[in-house]
């Protein structure tokens, strides 16, 4: 009886509860107790957590993953909820709506480069990848992201060390007798340090004991793998909520890519195989590419010859040692040109950073300079197919052949129909400037705007082409226009059209080549002169078209060189006029 009136909780005269009829004290002296034990608990696990963190490396890898993958998480959301919202708002006009992209343009763009520099590694790099891409992407982002081509935290001291250790298995400073900790320069996977070799170190190929050392950054073999999944998820996550996103061949250029890129080794290998292909026009002093020499590679070490110099892009380096910059960007197309016309082992990374200018060592060169071209860690080696299709394409864009560029837009990996767009993506011309063979014309506002795809209508059109291009020829597209970008910085004179001469002209002999060797075997395998008479008649035509065309084109070269000489001796002659004018007013009194 006396449980059931307890458990009902029968009340008092004063109508106070029996539960609650005795002292509140036991019940504060429990909740003191219940919240002792809960923050004694999380004190203990906090501690055993940083404990097991501090003694466990696998656990501090654990711990930086996700954090990692939070940021990159939280970033790519924001950047797609921010666009999300501002397409589903309404605009009053249509130059509000242009307006209100733009922002948002430079809102995400400011954004993904904060966080992309907190990051670091392979994020940088995707940073680099998206602000080459100029001939498709606004310049709200182009822009603000080309921060990250020379601006990278660099790895400490400490890390260095502890990796030169592990990798080359003795300490530095048995191998180096002197070592500038301040690097040279610092890329998103590497950082370079001048350095001078001890003596016991020296190779027969290292000229001298100064040295520039290439170190990766430690923790991208950390982090890579995980790196890259979390951008996969992102990008992904990205084109479930824009179906017409269409930058997922960026992430398949990455995978593929940044293994390569990775491995020091293989870009030794790669250095040495340029060095081999200009052997022939280095003996006959043809070219003004230099090289540096490799002394020792490790997958993540590279140390190599030390070469001082200026950025590509310095002109008052250039003005200083009386160097043209027209003429530079000539050599530089003439370089590429053979790298991808007749060599097909093409440098896919040649943005200003990557090629040095400096005064000319070799005494009997006819260049005033050397171009010397860093960071061959990605290169692309071409069929004898796609190099000689590619040639045929870029002859038929020279010249405004539409049946021509058609055909072999197709045969390099172009979706039927979309030639004029793929035409213009190469050039960075509108179709109606290509058509009429007008390549050399300066382009507009409009015209660039229209080609990067900030035009209504342009862009899913663009996305669609790059999504069905292979992978070797977006790489090719990326270095074109790396190309044409330090041409029209690089060219002062107001002949444009020497840098598509240049191209026309290793075209025109990659072509020759390729119906030389198609051609002959098939003449001297025919039964008579009858049945070859057609085949003879096809490679005569070759030849006089090579001839022709290789002539014309060295006229003009000669031509163009000669104006462009007469007009600096002119504009001597008119600054010495003035000069002498001025001296002579200052010497001559007011008034007389």
């Not at 909780?9 to 019940?27: D, E, F, M, Q």
């Not at 504060?28 to 809960?38: D, T, Y």
């Not at 190929?205 to 430690?218: G, L, N, R, T």
Request: hydrophobic fraction near 40%; charge should be neutral; proline fraction near 3%.
């Amino acid at each position: 009886m006396l449980n059931t009136f307890l458990k009902k909780g029968l009340s008092k005269p004063n109508g106070i509860s029996t539960r609650l009829y005795r002292t509140g004290r036991p019940t504060i002296v429990s909740h003191k107790k219940k919240w002792l034990f809960v923050g004694g608990t999380a004190v203990c696990c906090g501690g055993l957590g940083l404990t097991w963190y501090e003694s466990d490396a696998q656990a501090r890898h654990v711990a930086v993953a996700m954090q990692r993958m939070s940021i990159a998480t939280k970033i790519g959301v924001s950047v797609a909820l921010d666009y999300k919202l501002t397409q589903s708002k309404n605009y009053d006009s249509d130059e509000e709506k242009t307006k209100a992209k733009q922002a948002c343009d430079l809102r995400c763009a400011e954004r993904v480069l904060v966080g992309l520099q907190k990051l670091g590694g392979i994020y940088v790099k995707l940073g680099q990848h998206v602000s080459a891409m100029t001939y498709i992407l606004p310049a709200e982002w182009t822009t603000t992201l080309s921060a990250l081509q020379d601006r990278c935290d660099p790895t400490s001291a400490e890390d260095i060390e502890k990796m030169f250790l592990n990798d080359y298995g003795v300490p530095m400073e048995q191998v180096f007798e002197a070592f500038d900790w301040k690097p040279l320069g610092v890329a998103s996977l590497a950082q370079v340090h001048k350095a001078r070799l001890k003596k016991e170190h020296h190779t027969e190929d290292a000229s001298d004991d100064w040295v520039a050392v290439k170190f990766q950054h430690p923790r991208l073999d950390e982090f890579c793998k995980i790196d890259l999944k979390t951008v996969t998820l992102i990008i992904h996550t990205i084109k479930r909520i824009f179906p017409d996103f269409g930058f997922e061949w960026i992430l398949q250029e990455m995978n593929e890519s940044l293994p390569q890129e990775m491995n020091f080794e293989r870009e030794a290998e790669n250095s040495y195989q340029l060095q081999k292909n200009f052997e022939e026009e280095k003996k006959n002093r043809s070219t003004a590419l230099v090289v540096p020499g490799v002394v020792w590679a490790k997958r993540r070490i590279l140390v190599m010859e030390f070469i001082e110099g200026a950025r590509v892009d310095d002109f008052e380096f250039m003005e200083k040692h009386g160097i043209d910059p027209s003429q530079v960007s000539t050599e530089i197309t003439e370089i590429f040109s053979k790298m991808m016309f007749l060599d097909g082992f093409v440098h896919c990374d040649p943005h200003p950073g990557n090629v040095l200018i400096r005064p000319a060592k070799d005494p009997k060169s006819k260049f005033k300079f050397d171009v010397v071209l860093l960071d061959h860690g990605l290169y692309r080696t071409l069929t004898d197919e796609l190099r000689t299709n590619y040639a045929h394409l870029w002859t038929s864009l020279i010249r405004g052949d539409e049946e021509g560029i058609r055909e072999y837009s197709l045969r390099v990996g172009c979706r039927p129909e979309s030639h004029r767009l793929f035409a213009s993506l190469l050039t960075g011309r509108e179709w109606s400037t290509i058509s009429t063979a007008d390549l050399s014309s300066d382009r507009t506002d409009t015209e660039i705007s229209r080609i990067t795809g900030r035009a209504k209508g342009f862009i899913v059109r663009i996305y669609d082409i790059l999504e069905t291009l292979p992978r070797i020829v977006l790489l090719l597209l990326k270095t074109s226009d790396l190309l044409r970008g330090l041409d029209e910085t690089l060219r002062t004179s107001h002949d444009k059209y020497m840098t598509y001469a240049l191209m026309g002209r290793f075209c025109a002999e990659a072509v020759w080549n390729d119906a030389k060797e198609n051609l002959l075997p098939r003449i001297k395998q025919s039964p008579s002169w009858i049945s070859s008479w057609s085949l003879i008649k096809d490679l005569v035509r070759a030849w006089w078209e090579y001839q022709s065309l290789e002539l014309g084109l060295r006229v003009y070269q000669l031509q163009s060189n000669t104006r462009e000489k007469w007009q600096l001796l002119w504009d001597r002659g008119q600054k010495k006029h003035h000069s002498i004018d001025n001296s002579l007013d200052t010497k001559i009194p007011l008034g007389i």
